[in-house]
């Protein structure tokens, strides 16, 4: 038998020989070599970021633990956490947010902590202390903001301004760099993270990065052949040559919208088709429990919605690794 201290150090020379997650050509490899696929959920929403932080953000703390517990039984293998700078920036947030942190990893989730509703100015700080607060575990990642420059009230050009975006970035590339924190950085794109092309002009000097790209239906009664193409030439294609996963996709994006639930199911369908052919490194659901048609469960009952069981079927049930 090795004893406490044998697998001690068993541990600790697997974790110096590249023993956290990484980014080796267009694939996420996970700690112990084998490929990584995202299977992830938005929970918990609302704590930290998104409104209502009173009602359903608040359940949905209370609830963490066995909400993570529910999605890792169902097939997940992330959380994605969104955050708001100022819901965090005194000690009694920092520790709400660990004890969200400790619960997602007491299942072995990774979670993305994701920057959200804040300037630059904001974010940067943050972004900073949570990498060294978090830096020690490869099983925590951060997005430092979602969908930048277009959550901001009238965003304007500010949302397609890939020369700031680019300038902004990387600013938060070498704060996390600095802060000692090894594990992939995901970063969203100007333009919503609808179309990531822009990334090939304006570089952001780490290897070990991931590109997120978001999806909703808005006025598509399916995933027509000229949907396909936009998402192939918007962000898809890129995948066969870097790491890029749908980390936002929903059911609901506004009553303005056609919001059809038959583009949801075949989009879902259309993305485990693009995983497992070598390319997608993955698809992130919006969101677990919400007040609107994305939530995947009933804040109710908690039985899956049928958005959620559209996720669970035709994602997390279906999609091989290979």
């Known amino acids: ?75 997940a293998n992330t959380v994605k956490v969104y955050v708001t700078p100022t819901a965090v920036d005194d000690e009694a947030g920092r520790e709400r947010l660990d004890k969200v942190v400790d619960a997602a990893r007491a299942e072995d989730l990774v979670v993305v902590l994701t920057g959200f509703y804040a300037e630059f100015d904001e974010t940067l700080p943050w972004v900073r202390r949570a990498a060294a607060d978090y830096a020690a575990d490869p099983y925590v990642w951060l997005l430092p903001m979602n969908e930048p420059g277009c959550t901001v009230p009238d965003p304007g050009a500010a949302c397609t301004d890939y020369a700031t975006w680019q300038r902004e970035h990387r600013r938060y590339v070498e704060a ?49 052949a000229e949907g396909r193409h936009q998402i192939e030439e918007g962000w898809a294609r890129m995948a066969r040559t870097r790491p890029v996963v749908l980390d936002e996709v929903g059911n609901y994006n506004g009553d303005g919208f056609a919001n059809s639930v038959t583009w949801t199911r075949e989009m879902i369908s259309w993305a485990r088709g693009w995983v497992e052919q070598g390319a997608g490194s993955g698809v992130v659901a919006f969101n677990w429990r919400w007040s609107d048609p994305n939530t ?8 899956l919605t049928e958005w959620g069981r559209i996720f669970v079927e035709r994602f997390l049930e279906e999609t091989s690794d290979v």
């Open 1 to 75: 038998m090795l004893g406490i201290v044998g697998a001690l150090v068993l541990a600790l020379v697997a974790f110096d020989d590249g023993g956290g997650f990484r980014v080796e050509g267009n694939r996420i490899v996970a700690p112990d070599g084998s490929r990584f696929v995202m299977k992830g959920v938005v929970a918990p929403y609302g704590t930290f970021a998104g409104g209502d932080a009173a009602g359903l953000g608040r359940l949905n703390e209370r609830s963490a633990f066995e909400d993570f517990e529910r999605i890792a039984e169902l097939g």
């Open 176 to 224: 996390i760099r600095a802060a000692g924190m090894d594990s992939p950085i995901m970063v969203n794109a100007p333009g919503y993270s609808w179309d990531l092309t822009g990334v090939r002009e304006h570089p952001l000097g780490d290897s070990n990065v991931v590109l997120g790209a978001h999806r909703y239906a808005n006025d598509a009664r399916g995933l027509t």
């Open 296 to 303: 995947l469960t009933s804040p109710e009952n908690g039985r």
